[in-house]
């Protein structure tokens, strides 16, 4: 049966719910439960690792028998393994609901198959309702739980002429304070904040995302990525999360431990070397690129040899969004062709990771 207007826009309130989630490692979920004559009985989201999962938050608001014959409207497929909560489908199954409308399927190789479990208890089923804005939600975590790495954002900041710095090295700032609040804002969404060591060196940076002077709620974990040492009175090494340290150039090895820490958003912010060596790899999913309008000339290049010989090997990328910011233009683009899908692998519920101390490899 076709989805009702009804369930349209409760899928577009279980959005808006889900955004009331905390930015996590688990996917931000919302949901509503609608009477049969389309009446909103309930409304839930997911409040993070360890909480009911968004569609049993909802159920647990109704007494004994209410949800009985009703619709839920939930914006990821329900889950159909025992993480740190009981599988979802289980308690629908219970509950007696008759249909399940959600927008995104689990990826997750354990906690996805909720909707054919739900198929077989004689539940209607269907999927792919707003899966577009679902997906805007997630998608980072969606990425990650298909190709079991985190998902990479490569940031660079470059003049209009493609240059990241000036001739002696210098790169503060390049672009204006629009576009830098905004790397900070896009910083507290990620885990980790990655970069080379040639950058610690230059800039000294403190890798926090700040709001004005300020600290935000949520900082991202400092990671420094290559052999030289980090001085010991570096500004990142005061930053609220201890910094890990990899001493390789093994990129893929770098977002393997971070996976296996819990971190499953990177955002690499620099320089033009690890930028490149990203690219080259083909680990980037996601390139801001901030534009300023500003003319460097010389040779420090945003971006250098990502092993592209001709023309016809160029990576073309999808432009998903043009951000004007003051005087600056924010490009957010995705390869065209995305990286390639090895089995998936469960994230389901993990438990909060802290960094642990610094770390040599
Ligand atoms: N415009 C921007 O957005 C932006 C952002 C950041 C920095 N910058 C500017 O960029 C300049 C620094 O550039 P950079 O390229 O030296 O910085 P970087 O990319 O942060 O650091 C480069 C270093 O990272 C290490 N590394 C780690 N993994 C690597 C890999 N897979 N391949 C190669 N090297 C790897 C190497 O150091 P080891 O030799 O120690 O192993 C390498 O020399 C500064 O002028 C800074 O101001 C600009």
Redesign the pocket.
Known sequence: MAHSPAEQRAMARALELAMRGPRSRNPRVGAVVLSPAGEVLAEGWHRGAGTPHAEVDALSSLPDGAARGATVVVTLEPCNHTGRTGPCVEALIRAGVARVVYALDDPGEVSGGGAARLRAAGIDVEGGILADRALALVGAWVTAARLGRPHVTV????SLDGR??AAD????W?TGPEARSDVHARRAEADAIV?????????D?ALTAREGEKLRAEQPVPVI????ETPADAAVRSHPHPPLF??????AFVLDDLWDRGLHRVFV?????????FLA?GLADRVLA?VAPVLLGGP?L?VGDIGVPSIDRARRLRVIERVPLGADLLFVAEPEHPAGDPPPRDIGDRAPVSAGPPRRT
């Open positions: 940031k660079w900041a470059q990241a710095a090295g210098s790169s503060r390049i970069v080379g060591t040639g950058t610690v060196l230059a800039d940076p990525v290559g052999a030289r990899y001493d390789t150039h093994d990129l912010e620099g320089g033009p070397t690890l930028a490149s060596a790899a901030y420090r945003a």
